[in-house]
């Protein structure tokens, strides 16, 4: 574990010093992202001028929700979204053989070798967007709803890995995969939104098949009290499990049949 950890710390220094080196795309990409984030709570704003609640969930309600889906988002995004979009770049270009060559866990190493620090930032943003919600719907959250918000939180992040790197384990058969990553990746929409809101096949599909509905709107039902019952919370957990076993069986597939590019 301590060498694990020794080599995460150095892989941080060398993703720092990679963004720091292109300071403009780093200071453009925080603003390009925190216009988007904007542009969603101003959306949210417009609806709300025509009616007071939406499946339950008033105003503030949603901002609080938007809020945890895009902190939930740009954590993912700092930690693995880099690294899951460039695993059909190393497959085609042959540098997966290096990585598979290292003595590390080569599923370890494809997944955190690089970090993307502005996410860290846009995170930050939404911490206080949520942190102002919460002051406007008057919530006092005890510090085991917020170390169980964190923890579903979490959660939701290893759900989002777990399908985005099943997907980009596709590049083994297809060698490019981006479109299918990038697909998923607009998917999140559809976790900032009320699961109340979906009814039918739709809200079943994204509660059990790809888990949207449950990465973000379990932990702010926990929240604010909307948790119709704990086994949500184990809902989420059970699907984060799952999730992760099938990327885990799908990579090892995918790995067995790899040839490299040169041959």
Partial sequence: ????????????????????????????????????????????????????????????????????????????????????????????????????????NTRFIVSVRQLDFGAFVNAATSIAVMIYAAHRLHLAPTWLELAGFLALALTGVVVHYSLMFLLASISFWTVQAQGIVWAYYNLFNIARLPDAAFKGLFKVFFTFAIPMLLVSNVPVKLLTQKLGSPLEMGLLLGMSLLCFAASELVWRLSVRRYTSASS
Avoid at 22 to 40: D, H
Avoid at 58 to 71: E, F, N, P, R, Y
């Fill in 1 to 104: 574990m301590n060498r694990y950890l020794s080599i995460y710390a150095m892989l941080w220094r060398n993703s720092l010093v990679r963004e720091m080196t292109f300071k403009s795309n780093f200071l453009l990409w925080i603003v390009v992202e925190m216009m988007w984030f904007a542009l969603q709570l101003s959306f949210i704003g417009v609806m709300y001028l025509h009616t007071e609640s939406i499946a339950g969930w008033s105003k503030w309600q949603v901002v609080l929700l938007v809020g945890a889906s895009h902190l939930i988002q740009q954590l993912f995004q700092a930690f693995f979204l880099i690294n899951c979009t460039h695993l059909s770049e190393l497959i085609r270009t042959g540098k997966l053989d290096f990585l598979m060559m290292l003595p590390v």
